[in-house]
């Protein structure tokens, strides 16, 4: 199955992926230093360095998965909390509006834990709403913790 990569960072999350035998086809990050790293570890071929703002969804290839690891800090309970307050935010709102356009069967979003309980919840109910009652999509979520895995 083929992945598309939106706040790829270094490449966590796609790691997981490809060791799972999926096939990144497309990646996107904004920082440099971040992109410099993702490409020692998986090429040039497919990563777009550049504001996902900027992105025209049509330019993205077919894929089956999206997955995107978007910005934590405005909901981390260890960051200022103004959620979709700080620009950084309000960058769910681009995976919204890539999956609008390219309609993958599958979207595998990452954040912290803190983001359903986020403002009493609001946040997380505007995300479900987009993703559930917006775009149509099944929502199953779960909070799980780093030192369980691997």
């Not at 690891?69 to 200022?80: E, K, L, R, T």
């Not at 909390?81 to 620009?87: A, E, T």
């Amino acid at each position: 199955m083929k992945v598309c990569s939106l706040f790829s960072g270094i490449g966590g999350i796609d790691l997981g992926f490809k060791q799972a035998g999926f096939d990144i086809v497309w990646a996107n990050e904004f920082d440099h230093d971040a992109a410099t790293t993702y490409r020692v570890n998986f090429g040039d071929k497919h990563l777009v360095e550049k504001d996902i703002r900027q992105v025209n969804p049509h330019d993205i290839p077919d894929f089956d998965v999206l997955v995107a690891g978007f910005p934590c800090q405005p909901f981390s309970i260890v960051g200022m909390q103004k959620g979709f307050k700080d620009p950084r935010g309000n960058l769910f709102f681009e995976i919204g509006r890539i999956i609008d356009i390219k309609r993958p069967p599958i979207v595998f979003l990452e954040n912290v834990a803190n983001l359903k309980g986020h403002d009493k919840g609001n946040t997380w109910k505007v995300i479900y709403s987009r993703l559930h009652d917006e775009l149509g999509y099944d929502v199953k979520e779960a909070i799980l913790s780093p030192h369980q895995f691997g």
